[in-house]
């Protein structure tokens, strides 16, 4: 069973910056596509961004383009999420999962972490 594990969540300004950490024990990452979902209160749940298995090819929901960078580091068999110029609706619970390719659809990933919180507030 490939365990996730999420860090890097708080508290930040407007404007800000925050790295979001996904690890995992036991499996490498690297055998999977990593993605980030997040939930806002009220709110569906809706995916962020993803990075796919084998090209290592990275996407994109249009709200965080050019603002947020999914990469992996196999070394530490970590994915991250780099944040920046954070805007309060960015605030939600973060998620990472993983499974066999990159979806917009929750359903098709196989592992879920428990989540972190970012909250982007002044």
């Known amino acids: 069973q490939l365990k996730l594990v999420e860090s890097g969540g708080g508290l930040v300004q407007p404007g800000g910056s925050l790295r979001l950490s996904c690890a995992a024990s036991i499996f490498t990452l690297d055998n999977y596509a990593i993605g980030w979902f997040r939930q806002a209160p009220g709110k569906e749940r809706e995916p962020v961004s993803c990075?796919?298995?084998?090209?290592?090819?990275?996407h994109h929901v249009d709200s965080v383009k050019g603002r947020f960078t999914i990469f992996r580091d196999n070394a530490k068999n970590t994915v991250y999420l780099q944040m920046s110029s954070l805007k309060p609706e960015d605030t939600g619970v973060y998620y990472c999962v993983a499974g066999p390719d990159c979806s917009g659809a929750g359903d098709l990933y196989d592992y879920w972490g428990q989540g972190t919180q970012v909250t982007v507030s002044s």
């Open positions: 990075i796919s298995r084998s090209e290592n090819s990275t």
